[in-house]
């Protein structure tokens, strides 16, 4: 799909692409979104570039993701969504300056963008050139990070609440099973946002190297500006990721601690149960055995002593073991 917009009155507006594919003049920014093939022509040929394929999107090499090429700048980065499943998605996102326009090339729906879009389309509020678009949709794309982190830091929160402090009210106790997949999802979540961090910082801190070098000037102010904030954000939200990280990892290891306690719980009460049993099973042995010249066989009172022993014989390991602190 090709999206173009322009900008009137500070103020982000579409523009409709004619039958014949050509991009109006007045385009500031050309959003392609799982573009078809002559989508990706019709780019390339008004603004005489050629544009990443997908496989290409995927390299990590920072010469194959940052790059200047036809007099344009290729940025690269790996954005993240949270699925309709709650699953972690990350797809890479192109970011191309050329003169004065701007071309995103993207495969998923980040929810950065129509953010970006509506806010934009608000009187007033969108800048009228490709950097200051750039930068509102960096911004929108590091504010969205920021949301998808403390979702994940609410959840290991309450995850937290259910290990230590909530009394389940199951009677099997607490399903250590699905919190471990809890856990494990929200982990798998976080790493993929530290690696979208990551390639967000490489991306900002190439752009503000080579608006230095191709111009032979400074960028404008409120563009570093916009950088050096970006930057500070970037690293923040980094640190943050790597403290929710650390509190993934304690959180796993008290899941698993737990669960191996309650394990042994079990194993120590069949242990005992087992104790309890053994001697009055061992009396039932004796009186069991087929020999003729046992006396007690023939006491009237034989039976009940037998009964009596085994039940005194079980009573005795109980009393002791809770005299131990053991039950």
């Known amino acids: 799909m090709l999206c173009v917009f322009g900008v009137s009155k500070g103020c982000l507006t579409p523009k409709q692409v004619p039958a014949g594919g050509v991009i109006p003049d007045s ?8 573009p078809a ?14 544009i990443p394929t997908r496989e290409e999107l995927a390299e990590i090499e920072a010469s194959s993701r940052l790059y200047q090429e036809d007099g344009a700048t290729f940025m690269t980065a790996t954005l993240i ?6 699953r972690a998605e990350s797809q890479p996102v192109t970011f191309i300056l050329k003169d004065r ?4 090339v ?10 970006f879009v509506r806010r934009m389309q608000k009187p007033g509020t969108c800048p009228a050139n490709a950097d200051g678009i750039l930068m509102g949709l960096l911004e929108a794309v590091v504010d969205r990070a920021a949301d998808h982190l ?9 995850t937290s609440h259910e290990v230590f402090h909530e009394e389940s009210k199951r009677p099997r106790g607490r399903d250590f099973h699905e919190l471990l997949r809890r856990i494990g999802e929200e982990g798998d979540f976080n790493s993929k946002l530290r690696e979208s961090l990551v390639s967000l910082g490489r991306l900002g801190a190439f752009l503000t190297s080579v608006q230095d070098s191709s111009t032979g000037k400074r960028a404008p102010r409120e563009v570093q500006a916009h950088l050096k904030t970006l930057q500070r954000d970037l690293s923040s939200l980094t640190d943050h990721s790597t403290f929710v990280s650390g509190k993934i990892n304690f959180l796993l290891d008290a899941i698993l601690g737990m669960s191996a306690i309650e394990q042994n719980a079990i194993i120590k009460i069949f242990s005992v149960v087992a104790v309890i049993f053994l001697p009055p099973t061992l009396v039932a042995s004796i009186y ?5 010249l046992m006396p007690e066989l023939d006491w009237p009172y034989g039976y009940p002593l037998a009964l009596g022993i085994m039940a005194l014989s079980a009573l005795v390991p109980v009393l002791y073991f809770r005299r131990k602190g053991w039950l």
Do not use: C, H
């Open 106 to 115: 993207r495969y998923s729906e980040p929810r950065a963008f129509p953010f």
């Open 288 to 292: 069991g055995m087929n020999f003729r």
């Open 150 to 158: 403390e979702s994940v830091g609410l959840i290991i929160d309450k």
């Open 81 to 86: 969504r949270r699925g309709d499943d709650g």
């Open 27 to 34: 385009a500031i920014w050309i959003d392609l979104y799982t």
């Open 101 to 104: 326009w701007l071309v995103t």
């Open 37 to 50: 093939p002559e989508e990706e022509q019709t780019v390339e040929e008004f603004l005489k570039i050629d």
